[in-house]
């Protein structure tokens, strides 16, 4: 069965939970599904439907670029929300 997913989500919630620690912001559930749905519309979505896709999209996240163009997004979100909380 195949299924539509964007691979984005689950980078951005793997790097969000290491970046919220070390920045020391709120963690309640509110600010981090608004400081990911920030920057998940700020980075450019991942879609993979196929195991070999999902797997071209690993390798992808392995360049560093990509890995700053996540953090960075998170990071100015994170400072949205923190200036911004809704909880």
């Known amino acids: 069965?195949?299924?539509?997913?964007?691979?984005?989500?689950?980078?951005?919630?793997?790097?969000?939970?290491?970046?919220?620690?070390?920045?020391?912001?709120?963690?309640?559930?509110?600010?981090r599904l608004d400081i990911m749905a920030i920057a998940l519309n700020d980075l450019p979505s991942k879609y993979v439907v196929t195991e070999k896709g999902e797997l071209f999209t690993k390798l992808k996240e392995l360049e560093s670029q990509f890995e700053v163009d996540v953090e960075t997004a998170i990071v100015k979100a994170a400072l949205f929300v923190s200036k911004n909380p809704k909880h």
């Open 1 to 31: 069965m195949f299924k539509l997913k964007n691979y984005m989500e689950e980078i951005v919630a793997h790097k969000i939970d290491q970046l919220l620690k070390i920045m020391n912001f709120c963690n309640c559930e509110k600010c």
